[in-house]
């Protein structure tokens, strides 16, 4: 059982290049949910989804695109990188149980972007 | 809307001696509340969450969190403080869109530094 798994863990990008953050969980999870977090600093919701085929935005949505097609992966995608795109990048997920009660979110490692 | 507050950007504690991170929630109906740890370069961990039941709730790494809901404060503690411990720690609260999907408002963060 991997848990939540990301790819790759470093990554430099130019400005202007794109690029896709792999996601992947094992854990039959329903929600699932992308974060980016800049040095010394908190969490900051990109996107996220509650099934195959059902995303929405977050707070910090704009120069990131997101599928989900199946209820294993959760692809996050930069078209036009950017000097304020230099971040982490978090992938988690999470389930509710039988009486609807929320879970906790499991977290990936981290894909750690630059983009110069 | 469901939010936490975490006052303290940091907390020195010295080895064996009782640590507190202090969170404040401000939630309509009951509250679910999550603690994570984030370790350097690492992706947040589950520590603890409190649905229900007993105020006094035990996690991993012998860390607990009070649930008090007169001063509505859930505060995480441990009695007695390793350095391994110096972390970056985070209460969060779930909250339900309009679409009643789920997502976690997450606190800044305090970040805890052991000394020897």
């Known amino acids: 059982n991997a848990g939540v798994t990301q790819t790759p863990k470093f990554r430099i990008l130019k400005i202007g290049q794109s690029m896709t953050l792999q996601c992947t969980q094992d854990?039959?999870?329903?929600?699932m949910y992308w974060y980016r977090q800049d040095p010394g600093m908190g969490l900051k919701l990109i996107y996220y989804s509650v099934g195959a085929g059902i995303t929405d935005k977050g707070e910090v949505p704009n120069g990131y695109n997101v599928s989900r097609s199946t209820t294993e992966d959760f692809p996050l995608r930069l078209e036009l990188a950017a000097p304020s795109q230099t971040s982490v990048y978090f992938c988690?997920?999470?389930?509710?149980?039988?009486?609807?009660?929320?879970?906790?979110?499991?977290f990936g490692p981290g894909t750690r972007l630059t983009v110069l | 809307a469901q939010s936490v507050a975490q006052p303290e950007d940091q907390v020195n504690v010295a080895e064996g001696n009782p640590l507190t991170v202090k969170c404040t929630y401000s939630v309509s109906g009951n509250p679910y509340l999550f603690w994570y740890v984030q370790y350097p370069n690492r992706g947040l961990q589950f520590l603890l969450k409190y649905i229900t039941g007993d105020n006094l709730v035990k996690g991993s790494y012998g860390f607990e969190a009070e649930f008090n809901k007169s001063q509505t404060s859930f505060h995480l503690k441990k009695p007695s403080a390793l350095v391994s411990d110096s972390a970056l720690y985070f209460c969060a609260v779930p909250h339900r869109t309009t679409d009643s999907w789920w997502k976690l408002q997450f606190g800044s963060g305090t970040q805890v530094v052991g000394t020897p």
């Open positions: 988690a997920s999470s389930s509710t149980n039988l009486a609807g009660v929320y879970n906790e979110q499991f």
């Open positions: 854990m039959n999870h329903n929600y």
